[in-house]
């Protein structure tokens, strides 16, 4: 769902610069968290980092959402985006881990390249979505 959105473009509101500013408050926490993530596995485990980490991409869903109906909802969409680069931190370390030791030698490159595919099919359905909406537009227009 995040590529989704993503790929909808501005993390799906209309200020460009408060879309920004969200991937850059969420990729720098992403950052500083994936520096301790293995440390926090190691403490916490992988199922409380696995249910933290896809809340937070809830809760960034919820808050892209109302901003994108209501420009007040901006700081909220500021503050999800900081929790969901600690998050993301903390469910990408689990997953990584799930996929490197669930399976056996001969399947990791199977397993790999199943998590990518599932993936990337969330920035695939976000263009597409982006396409129609903005073909739809194009036709509304033509006949107008």
């Not at 969409?77 to 001969?106: D, F, I, N, P």
Request: net charge neutral; aromatic share 14%.
């Amino acid at each position: 769902m995040f590529n989704a959105l993503q790929g909808l473009g501005k993390a799906g509101g209309d200020d460009e610069t408060i879309g920004a500013a969200m991937n850059a408050i969420l990729y720098a926490c992403f950052t500083l968290t994936g520096l301790f993530s293995g440390s926090l596995f190691n403490l916490l485990g992988n199922k409380i980092l696995m249910a933290f980490g896809g809340s937070t991409y809830a809760m960034y869903a919820i808050a892209v959402y109302l901003w994108g109906h209501d420009d007040s909802f901006a700081p909220l969409g500021l503050t999800t985006a900081g929790l969901l680069g600690v998050g993301a931190g903390c469910l990408w370390t689990a997953q990584g881990v799930m996929t490197l030791t669930y399976s056996t030698k001969e399947k990791k490159g199977l397993f790999t390249a199943i998590f990518w595919a599932i993936f990337n099919l969330g920035g695939v359905f976000g263009g597409l979505l982006t396409f129609a909406i903005g073909k739809e537009f194009l036709v509304f227009r033509v006949c107008k």
